[in-house]
Every structure is written in structure tokens, then in C-alpha cells.
């Protein structure tokens, strides 16, 4: 029963892929050349792996290929941003078409039934093979998406010779803290700068550990020769500064930015000066 079940497969192997690339593209779950070229060779590989062993064992050896496939296909298919669906209907499309040629072409209903149950059970354990797979490209792009973010949210300014400025924007935690360390620490010894200001304002709340994390770049700056000053306390923030006893002795903090800079100016005994145009 098994090698009937193989010999229709491999006998009408055009027809299965005709089949299944016409429901790939009713159902939307193909790309172009390329995703027909793919599914060609998925096809060849599945009835490649099958005998009389490996049609009874969906993790046999024989399918190593055909998965190593699978699982390039699904990755790419979750970074170029298809959806769980359109990646799930990739492989259940293909069991369709191929019970589909069976069926017509085995008569006998326990043969058919045995043949539909040995090939379900292979076609489904890929299916969860590429769910697994599109997940962990979903993921590389989340990563990925995430680094680029962290990267934009902490530029840092040079706003005047001598003076950084780092504005914030977000929740700072553990991993994020550590970028804005290595960016503020970076431009200082590229700029030569010995005052940096963090700008707090797009901070939505400061929490114990929020503090913690500014003290530690406030200490790492320091340790570089520089001065830290901390600005965008608004009343709130402060309010909760004080709630939650969390030492600020010793840093210099300011309301704005604007503040937090004509500090940084007389520190450096700078003064800037309205000068009148004569027209």
C-alpha cells in the first residue's frame, strides 16, 4: 500500500505541483518565480525521501533535505513579512493537493485511508517544522527592528564645543542603558567634551530602577573626566524621587534643557550674547 501511495507520487509529480501552485495563489501564499522554483524543489525532495521506511516515520533521516529547505523558506517567508497564515497555508496547501492526486488515483478505501494517514503525518510535522521556523525569522526582524530603534532613540549632540547632550526617549532598562553608556562614553572621547547633559524630558516615569540606571551613566561619565548633568525633571518625576528615597546627591539636575545648558555654559565660564544687527 505504501509503495503504491510512492509510485502515484512519483509518477504524477507535475501534477501535484501543478496543483499546489495553483493553490498557493488562491490562497496567497506565493511570491512570484521564485516561490514556484521553491516549491518545485520542495516537491522533488519530498517524494525524493520517500520508501517504504520513511513514509511510516514523518522524523526519518531520509526528510533531513527537504526540512533544511523548509526551514530557509519559512525564515525568509518571516522576514519578508508574510503572514502566519499565508506561511501555515504553504505546507497545508501542498498535503491538499497531494491527497488530493491520491485520492483520485487509489481506489481501494483502506489503501487510501492507510496512505492519507502515513503522508498526514509527514506533511503535518513539517507543517509545525515551518511555524517553528517562520517564528525565529519573525523574531531576527523584531530583534534586528529593536537595535535599529535603540540606536535612533539615543543620538548624541554635540550642542557646543566642550558639551554632549543626550536626549532620552522611552523606558531605560538594562540592555538599553548599556547603549546609551557606550554612545555618550564614545562621543566624549571623540569630541573631547567635558560636560554631558541627559535629557530626560521623553522619560515617562522614573522608577527605582530607571534611577539606578542613570546613576550608573552618570558614574561611568565621570570616570571619563566629564561632568553629568541630569535635566527634564518635571514635578512628577521629582515628586517620585523623593517618594522612593532615591539618592541624587551630588548630580547636578535641572528642569530643562535650556537650564541644564546655561549650567554647562558657566561651568565653562561661557556667556552667550545678544548682539544687536545694524541694518
Known sequence: MANQSITILKTKK????????????????????????????????????????????????????????????????????????????????????????????????????????????????????????????????????????????????????G???????GTLDSSRTQIVMENLLQQIVETESSIAILDISGVPAVDSLVAQHLIKTVSATRLMGAECIISGIRPEIAQTVVHLGIDLTGIITKASLASALQTAFDMLRLTVVKRKVTV
Do not use: C, H
Open 14 to 161: 507535475k501534477e501535484v505541483l501543478k496543483l499546489w501552485t495553483s493553490t498557493l495563489s488562491s490562497v496567497g501564499a506565493a511570491d512570484g518565480l521564485t516561490e514556484e522554483n521553491e516549491s518545485e524543489e520542495v516537491v522533488a525532495l519530498l517524494i525524493e525521501a520517500l520508501n517504504d521506511k520513511s513514509i511510516a516515520d514523518p522524523n526519518a533521516q531520509e526528510f533531513e533535505k527537504i526540512n533544511d529547505l523548509l526551514i530557509g523558506i519559512s525564515i525568509s517567508r518571516g522576514k519578508r513579512g508574510f503572514s502566519p497564515r499565508e506561511n501555515a497555508n504553504y505546507i497545508l496547501s501542498l498535503k491538499e493537493s497531494i491527497l488530493k492526486v491520491l485520492s483520485t488515483e487509489i481506489k481501494d478505501a483502506s489503501a487510501l485511508y492507510e496512505s492519507n494517514t502515513q503522508l498526514s503525518s509527514i506533511l503535518d510535522n513539517m507543517a509545525i517544522l515551518t511555524f517553528e521556523s517562520y517564528m525565529k525569522g519573525r523574531e531576527d526582524v523584531i530583534m534586528r527592528q529593536t537595535d535599529e530603534i535603540s540606536e535612533i532613540s539615543t543620538p548624541v549632540i554635540r550642542v557646543w564645543d
Open 163 to 169: 558639551i554632549v547632550a543626550l536626549p532620552i526617549i
